[in-house]
Antibody, heavy 126, light 110 residues
Framework: QVQLQESGPGLVKPSETLSLTCAVSGFSISSGSYWGWIRQPPGKGLEWLGSIYYSGNTHINPSLKSRVTLSVDTSENQFSLKLTSVTAADTAVYFC???????????????????WGQGSLVTVSS | QTVVTQEPSFSVAPGGTVTLTCGLSSGSVSARYYPSWYQQTPGQAPRTLIYNINTRSSGVSDRFSGSILGNKAALTITGAQADDDSDYYC??????????FGGGTKLTVL
């Protein structure tokens, strides 16, 4: 059974960089699949931030492209998110998730989110 | 910028059937958008229900089904139960490696 666990500081100061790591167990990151980050501001909806393949190939939300960096560490079986120049609007629960392809197709468009982490609340405040 | 639209709220009686939709502020949803659906209860991580339009995720009840209805993606819940009382989100692939969540529908079972 695949399990994902987010970790990182719960409080970040405005203008600084938010850094989170997602540890994956029960599945090797190198076996395939993209790995994604999704966030949810308090009381609001979900927003996809970006996804990374084990090889390092990434897809990033165009609205956040200038501030988001994704990385993967296959030796530690984990992947990470960095979000720069944060403001209060970046306060949210950050989820990591497997971003999988259905077996019936090779289309990138068909990828869907599966096996979610429990989420990590990050507050941006001085 | 095209927005993914969902009904903000919906209600259904226990045992009833409800269809939630996922559309576009401009244009029609078709199979090439590969809609997926997620259920979320307060304080919990989302749970994957449907992907690739109509494929149920492992362990998901067959009371949940996905389809394309007219110009929108749709999630139909039959035999509504109390624990279906949740928020439901759709995701559409918008091209160029970009996935977009809808704003979510708060479903009340009463």
């Amino acid at each position: 059974q695949v399990q994902l666990q987010e970790s990182g500081p719960g409080l970040v100061k405005p203008s600084e960089t938010l850094s989170l790591t997602c540890a994956v167990s029960g599945f090797s990151i190198s076996s395939g699949s993209y790995w994604g980050w999704i966030r949810q501001p308090p009381g609001k909806g979900l927003e996809w931030l970006g996804s990374i393949y084990y090889s390092g190939n990434t897809h990033i939300n165009p609205s956040l492209k200038s501030r988001v960096t994704l990385s993967v560490d296959t030796s530690e079986n984990q992947f990470s998110l960095k979000l720069t120049s944060v403001t209060a609007a970046d306060t949210a629960v950050y989820f990591c998730a497997a971003h999988r392809r259905p077996e019936s197709t090779i289309a990138v468009a068909a990828y869907y989110f599966d096996d979610w982490g429990q989420g990590s609340l990050v507050t941006v405040s001085s | 910028q095209t927005v993914v639209t969902q009904e903000p709220s919906f209600s259904v009686a226990p045992g009833g059937t409800v269809t939630l939709t996922c559309g576009l502020s401009s244009g029609s949803v078709s199979a090439r958008y590969y809609p997926s659906w997620y259920q979320q209860t307060p304080g919990q991580a989302p749970r994957t229900l449907i992907y690739n339009i109509n494929t149920r995720s492992s362990g998901v009840s067959d009371r949940f089904s996905g389809s394309i209805l007219g110009n929108k993606a749709a999630l139909t819940i039959t035999g509504a139960q109390a624990d279906d009382d949740s928020d439901y989100y759709c995701v559409l692939y918008m091209g160029s490696g970009n996935w977009v969540f809808g704003g979510g529908t708060k479903l009340t079972v009463l």
